[in-house]
Nanobody, 126 residues
Framework: QVQLQESGPGLVKPSQTLSLSCAVSGSSITTSYYSWSWIRQPPGKEVEWMGVIAYDGNTYYNPSLKSRTSISRDTSKNQFYLQLRSVTPEDTAVYYC??????????????????WGQGTQVTVSS
């Protein structure tokens, strides 16, 4: 059974860096051709795709967030990570990690992914 679990601080101060982890079990993040994405949903707004790291380590980002976003992984821990720099209250959202079979760039529909984490609330506030 594949499971994804997000973790990280629930509260981040403005201008700081938001750092989240996604622990994966039941599937290796290096197995062809799975890809691993970060997606968020701000309160009252649409779902936003943030970026993806493919099985081979290649990364792709939402152009609107690219300058502030980094996605990385630790294959020994079977985890992947999100860093979002210089956060503002506009970055307050529920953050999700997900898996897709094949590379999904920009996908935001739930059925475009085969597994999702439960999501973690991150609030940006001083």
């Amino acid at each position: 059974q594949v499971q994804l679990q997000e973790s990280g601080p629930g509260l981040v101060k403005p201008s700081q860096t938001l750092s989240l982890s996604c622990a994966v079990s039941g599937s290796s993040i290096t197995t062809s051709y799975y890809s691993w994405s970060w997606i968020r949903q701000p309160p009252g707004k649409e779902v936003e795709w943030m970026g993806v790291i493919a099985y081979d380590g290649n990364t792709y980002y939402n152009p609107s967030l690219k300058s502030r976003t980094s996605i990385s992984r630790d294959t020994s821990k079977n985890q992947f990570y999100l860093q979002l720099r210089s956060v503002t209250p506009e970055d307050t959202a529920v953050y999700y990690c997900s898996r897709s079979d094949g590379l999904q760039v920009g996908a935001v529909k739930r059925d475009e992914y085969d597994y999702w984490g439960q999501g973690t609330q991150v609030t940006v506030s001083s």
